[in-house]
Nanobody
Framework: QLQLVESGGGLVQPGGSLRLSCATSGFTWESHYAIGWFRQAPGKEREGVSCIAGSAGYTYYADSVKGRFTISRDNAKNTVYLQMNSLKPEDTGVYYC????????????????????WGQGTQVTVSS
């Protein structure tokens, strides 16, 4: 059974950093699956932030986070990370990781309905 567990959220001041982790189990995802990070702010729709897929580790970033966020994975630990730097108040929200069979990563990351498995989410609050 596929499971995703996020961790690493918290309260941080603007300009600060956090690293989110998504621990996965129940499937061999290295080359056949994509992992995505999505976020949902209060009153807004869930949006794709960054995704990674394939044995080559193709990545995609939303324009709003390019240059500030970095997605990476540790195959040995079956864990995907989202390093978030230069955080802004508008980055506040619940961050979810998701998994599904790998496809065109840009299209996948822009379509939350494309993903079949989700974690429970971790809260990120950027505030002074």
């Amino acid at each position: 059974q596929l499971q995703l567990v996020e961790s690493g959220g918290g309260l941080v001041q603007p300009g600060g950093s956090l690293r989110l982790s998504c621990a996965t189990s129940g499937f061999t995802w290295e080359s056949h699956y994509a992992i995505g990070w999505f976020r949902q702010a209060p009153g807004k729709e869930r949006e794709g932030v960054s995704c990674i897929a394939g044995s080559a580790g193709y990545t995609y970033y939303a324009d709003s986070v390019k240059g500030r966020f970095t997605i990476s994975r540790d195959n040995a630990k079956n864990t995907v990370y989202l390093q978030m730097n230069s955080l802004k108040p508008e980055d506040t929200g619940v961050y979810y990781c998701a998994a599904d069979s790998a496809g065109a990563i840009q299209g996948m990351c822009r379509d939350r309905d494309r993903w079949g498995s989700w974690g429970q989410g971790t809260q990120v609050t950027v505030s002074s």
